[in-house]
């Protein structure tokens, strides 16, 4: 079965530097996600990506926040400068129609120092 | 501010007992809803979807849907030590065209042999 693939799974960085995390969507997807997930705490929606723009953004998702599908295949998440506020596990989803539910990949542990 | 509720639990469980775990939501016009289960450390997967009003059966899963109510419940049936984990109730919030999910906290079980 096709799955959302997310890349580093764990990612340790210091403070204030950018941080790059990757994921490949479910091929023939359309809709692509960012959602991020403070331990302990609930799944809370960071942004929306279609037809090669941000559909939606969440408060969480400010100027330090940016997203990119630069090859038709992977779909990124940047954040320029990270606080430990940032620490999270983030997850990537897609899904193919509007009406389609949204399949995660396994997350990438954030660890900021 | 669009809010999903679940009780924590823990809820625990007799091996070959039914589980019942439910959910409450906020806005009024949503009309997609979703049942993921996450063991710890990992992430979200999809075990039902609906959609209608009803009930919605899937292997040793129902879910139900009551709109008027807004209340949506997920029942395991036999359960068994393996589905051991988090439930998380996701909503597709009703006015968003881009299908953000807002989660609850989720629902510990916990399956006792």
């Known amino acids: 079965e096709p799955e959302v693939t997310q890349t580093p799974s764990h990612q340790v960085t210091q403070m204030g530097q950018e941080v790059i995390l990757r994921c490949v969507p479910i091929?023939?997807?359309?809709?692509f996600y960012w959602y991020r997930q403070i331990l302990g705490q609930k799944v809370e929606f960071l942004v929306s990506?279609?037809?090669?723009?941000?559909?939606?953004k969440s408060e969480i998702f400010d100027d330090q926040f940016s997203v990119e599908r630069p090859d038709g295949s992977n779909f990124t998440l940047k954040i320029r400068s990270t606080k430990l506020e940032d620490s999270a596990m983030y997850f990537c989803a897609s899904k193919g129609r509007v009406d389609q539910p949204q399949h995660f990949g396994d997350g990438t542990r954030l660890s900021i120092l | 501010q669009k809010e999903v509720e679940q009780n924590s639990g823990p809820l625990s469980v007799p091996e070959g007992a039914i589980a019942s775990l439910n959910c409450t939501y906020s806005d009024r016009v949503s009309q997609s809803f979703f049942w993921y289960r996450q063991y710890s450390g990992k992430s979200p997967e999809l075990i039902m979807s609906i959609y209608s009003n009803g009930d919605k059966e899937d292997g040793r899963f129902t879910a139900q849907l009551n709109k008027a109510s807004q209340y949506v419940s997920l029942l395991i049936r036999d359960s068994q030590p393996s589905d051991s984990a988090t439930y998380l109730c996701?909503?597709?919030?009703?006015?968003?065209?881009?299908?953000?999910?807002?989660f609850g906290q989720g629902t510990t079980l916990q399956v006792k042999p």
């Open positions: 996701a909503v597709k919030v009703g006015s968003s065209n881009t299908g953000k999910l807002i």
């Open positions: 091929s023939n997807h359309l809709y």
């Open positions: 990506f279609y037809n090669n723009e941000i559909s939606e």
